[in-house]
């Protein structure tokens, strides 16, 4: 069966999406790494900090400032983690609104798809624009730090308006289908003006 091609309406709000989302989802992404990263250091570091905190328990100032540190790794942990997830879902949504303001088909399908897709390839994607970003500049470190966001969000930009636009364009309907829709459309359109046509060829034979 012959697929339907997309229209320009479609096309461009599936490019949109892909950039806007995709440029969110790419931080909240990278967030959660960062969170699972000191999560796991942490938990690896405990048993470590908890033998400090027993050899220097006698020193008060020793003890409080191991204390007071781990509660405040923990707490940035967790606000971190919020943040991150809900960057994830505002992506989601920003996906599904500029979808169907597109009339793309399935928008909520097109996005997890999409996000699927992305989710693995920013894993390479993300050395790739720090390689970059370092690469442009003498210093390796001020490339990397302040050109390397800048890389980043471009590349998430153009990668998303691709993923996009090729899962929009994967779940495009029948061409069938929407002759059958334009059709009928078209059908409904003409039979009002069809019907006032007759109306007025009857008005003007009875007054003759």
Not at 32 to 37: H, I, P, S
Not at 107 to 125: K, N, Y
Not at 157 to 185: C, D, H, I, Y
Request: charged share 5%.
């Amino acid at each position: 069966m012959q697929k339907a091609q997309l229209s320009s309406a479609q096309r461009g709000h599936s490019l949109v999406a892909g950039a806007v989302a995709h440029a969110l989802f790419s931080v909240g992404w990278l967030m959660l790494g960062f969170v699972a990263l000191g999560g796991g250091i942490t938990l690896l570091l405990g048993g470590t900090a908890n033998g400090v905190s027993g050899l220097f328990g006698d020193v008060p100032v020793v003890a409080d400032f191991i204390g007071s540190a781990g509660s405040v790794i923990g707490t940035v942990i967790i606000v971190v983690a919020v943040v991150a997830l809900l960057l994830v879902a505002l992506a989601a949504f920003a996906s599904v609104f500029l979808l169907k303001r597109g009339a793309v088909r399935k928008p909520w399908q097109v996005t997890f798809q999409s996000l699927g897709i992305v989710a693995l390839l920013d894993i390479p994607l993300f050395v790739a624009y720090l390689t970059i970003a370092a690469n442009a500049t003498d210093s390796a470190v001020g490339g990397t730090v302040l050109l390397g966001p800048v890389v980043g969000i471009i590349g998430s930009a153009v990668v998303g308006a691709l993923v996009w636009w090729w899962m929009a364009w994967s779940r495009r309907g029948s061409a069938s289908k929407f002759a059958g829709v334009t059709a009928t459309a078209s059908a409904t359109a003409v039979a009002p003006q069809q019907s006032s046509s007759a109306a007025g060829e009857t008005g003007t034979t009875t007054s003759k």
